[in-house]
Nanobody, 117 residues
Framework: EVQLQAFGGGLVQTGGSLRLSCATS????????IGWFRQAPGKEREEVVC????????YYPASAKGRFTISRDYAKNIVDLQMNNLKTEDTAVYYC??????????WGQGTLVTVSS
């Protein structure tokens, strides 16, 4: 059974930090790119950051550059997202996703991040 469990969300003040983790099982972790997405109330889900499968290359959109860092542990099949200097606009439910070049795609349940001013 494929599982992606995101955890580490919580309430933090503006400027604070949180570390999210996505624990995975049930699929070939090394063969999948892992992405973090988020969905704020009333908004569409958007990609936050992505890390490639084999070479761990990372992609950061402008909103995340310099504040967010993604990393993956191939031994533990876990992907972490370190978020620093959080802003109120980062408030959202954060989801992790595993994607394969052949089209397989898995989602985990979300973890809520709330940034208060």
């Amino acid at each position: 059974e494929v599982q992606l469990q995101a955890f580490g969300g919580g309430l933090v003040q503006t400027g604070g930090s949180l570390r999210l983790s996505c624990a995975t099982s049930g699929f070939a972790f090394d063969d999948y790119a892992i992405g973090w997405f988020r969905q704020a109330p009333g908004k569409e889900r958007e990609e936050v950051v992505c890390i490639a499968s084999s070479d761990a290359k990372t992609y950061y959109p402008a909103s995340a550059k310099g504040r967010f860092t993604i990393s993956r542990d191939y031994a533990k099949n876990i992907v972490d997202l370190q978020m620093n200097n959080l802003k109120t606009e980062d408030t959202a439910v954060y989801y992790c996703n595993a994607g394969h070049a052949e089209g397989h795609n898995y989602w985990g349940q979300g973890t809520l991040v709330t940034v208060s001013s």
